[in-house]
């Protein structure tokens, strides 16, 4: 049996948008049809019991299989539950199936390897019949351990409005006294300051995965404001407690605005997370995610800020996945501020608040994205903020929030647009998940591509012209998509550039019109990749990086 992971729906259903709706593996794991019948002969095994990391491998054998079928797997369980598993109740962690060891359907035996993040907790291996349709557990490993499960993980930075501030996230086990250290010198660290801890729990969100089969202990998520930062200077870092402390990292303190600041971006949307031993993937709707972050490691020393514009991890409900998002994120998001956007896969759920009540969130509906991510905005469930960073101010908007004339949000982006100061920020570029431009044949109603992009061009585009923004960066459909300078589907010298940046690792949207509206300037919805772009005083170059090559295959520049 094969399981797709990633699907091509032809009608949405409630607020998700045709052509580019995912679903998480285990939403198709029958898991309250599961059984366990315990199979003597078959022997499960481990070739460690103790990791001394996160991020370590691990092999897992098998043998003794009696009449092996292509519908056996292996699920990664944690935590243990009462010493062993509980299939009905609890999601694995990841899994694969057993045919991809060569020998398990000849002779009944074989093994796998699997890279396992430090989740805070035991880790169990079992081996289950049946597929997802009737899965049976049969067989489980001993119990595997981390050498320290208070290791502290998934740092990210965030920037605040004041560019002397910097917010750092991480996440332990639980703490005696979580800090973070920092000095402008390698290794010596002059300064230190307490964090705030917090929590979220299966209580705090909406409905199923996320309350109960997905759910899984989230740690201490501690966060802290590193202050009196020099605008511009090179910090060095570490952030723990007596428990264990991290490696060190480091960043570069915001400049101070002015149009005389260089600034270089990188920007993406749509990219979940991809796993480096193709577990939890059995199609390719996510493993690019791996390429474009790999790609975008390799620059991000000579980068200063990165926007990811909606859908951020695809957890959907499933908290294990987060884990393994910020560790693929890290060697990012330790290094520059990682700002993100709303999506509909971080938001949206029937009666929660969200626009569209569609499923998209999987109960999740927005908490565990406001807990993790520490954004300026305005208060809880208001995910719109703005932030200066050298020569151009940002302002992000929620799409998967009321953002018509009499809402709150339209009142924040029209005073917050009117209050910039383009004396120092020349370059005003503006984000949210879901297009107002886009190529699609989603016209579904409430929440297809057409419908919404047409709600927010009645509603947002007069506030995009009357503040002269210059460019507006949308998601969710997965492709890459640039406009010219367009205002009320006219291409007009002067308006707002608008590119569609959720090519960033999910499986790509292909459901766009034979024939592309006249304001499209370069269409690709065949290959995965970023952005990058660069402002100045007089001038915004923008470029799109493909992930097969690296090599720029768009640009567009804009001039003062």
């Known amino acids: 049996m094969k399981v797709a992971l990633f699907i091509v729906v032809v009608a949405a259903l409630g607020g998700l948008s045709a052509g580019h709706e995912y679903f998480h593996p285990f939403d198709f794991l029958r898991h309250e049809r599961a059984q366990i019948k ?23 054998s098998w043998e003794g299989v009696p009449h092996p079928s292509d519908s056996d797997w292996i699920g990664v369980y944690s935590p243990p539950v009462h010493g062993g598993i509980d299939p009905k109740n609890h999601a694995p962690v990841k899994y694969q199936y057993a045919k991809y060891s060569p020998t398990h359907l000849k002779e009944g035996r074989g093994s796998l390897n699997f890279r396992l993040v430090n989740m805070r907790d035991d880790i169990i291996m079992g081996f289950l ?26 740092g990210h930075l965030a920037l605040t409005e004041d560019p002397s501030e910097m917010i750092l996230v991480w996440v332990t086990r639980n703490a005696s006294s979580p800090q973070v250290k920092w000095g402008t010198k390698s290794g010596t660290y002059s300064f230190s300051k307490q964090a705030n801890s917090s929590s979220y729990t299966a209580k705090d969100m909406c409905g199923s995965p996320a309350v109960d089969f997905g759910y899984r202990d989230t740690g201490l998520l501690h966060q802290v404001t590193i202050d009196k930062l020099v605008p511009g200077a090179q910090y060095y870092y570490i952030f723990g407690d007596t428990y264990g402390w991290s490696q060190e990292h480091s960043f570069r303190a915001t400049p101070k605005p002015g149009p005389g600041v260089t600034s270089r971006i990188i920007a993406y949307g749509d990219m979940g997370n991809g796993q480096l031993d193709d577990s939890r993937q059995v199609d390719e709707a996510q493993q690019p995610a791996l390429n474009t972050t790999r790609l975008v490691t390799n620059e991000v020393n000579h980068t200063d800020l990165v926007l990811h514009i909606g859908d951020i991890s695809y957890a959907r409900g499933y ?22 956007c ?15 009540n569609g499923t998209d969130s999987g109960g999740e509906c927005g908490v565990a994205y406001e807990r993790r991510f520490r954004m300026p905005r305005p208060s809880l469930d208001e995910a719109w903020y703005g932030f200066d960073y050298g020569s151009a ?31 120092v920020t020349p370059w005003l570029v503006f984000a949210g998940h879901r297009p107002m431009y886009i190529d699609s044949t989603n016209a579904d109603v409430p929440g297809g591509d057409l419908t919404v992009a047409s709600l927010l061009r009645a509603n947002v585009e007069p506030l995009l012209k009357e503040y002269k923004v210059d460019l507006a960066l949308w998601g969710h459909h997965h492709s890459y998509q640039r406009t010219c300078p367009v205002y009320n589907e006219v291409c007009t010298e002067g308006a707002t550039t608008h590119i569609v940046i959720g090519m960033g690792g999910q499986g790509l949207s292909k459901n766009v019109k034979p024939v592309k509206p006249s304001w499209i300037d370069f269409l690709d919805y065949e290959h995965w990749g970023y952005s990058r772009f660069m402002t100045n005083a007089t001038t915004l170059f923008f470029e799109f990086v493909r992930d097969n090559d690296g090599l720029v295959h768009d640009s567009v520049v804009l001039k003062k």
């Not at 481990?46 to 990791?51: A, C, E, K, S």
């Not at 924040?412 to 009117?418: A, E, I, M, V």
Request: a negative charge.
């Open 38 to 60: 315990w199979e003597d002969d078959i022997v499960l095994k481990v070739n460690v019991t103790l990791l001394n990391q996160s991020g370590d491998w691990l092999a897992v």
């Open 129 to 154: 019949r049946g597929g997802f349709d009737h899965p049976v557990l049969a067989a489980v490993s001993g119990t595997v351990q981390f050498r320290n499960r208070n290791e502290p993980l998934q």
């Open 319 to 340: 908290a294990s996945v987060w884990d393994d998002f910020f560790d693929e994120i890290q060697p990012v998001a330790t290094r520059v501020p990682y700002m993100v």
């Open 342 to 356: 709303i999506g509909n896969h971080e938001r949206d759920w029937a009666h929660s608040g969200s626009y569209y």
């Open 393 to 423: 101010h940002f302002v992000l908007m929620s799409t998967e929030h009321n953002f018509q004339k009499d809402s709150n949000q339209y009142r924040f982006l029209d005073s917050h647009l009117k209050s910039v100061d383009r004396s």
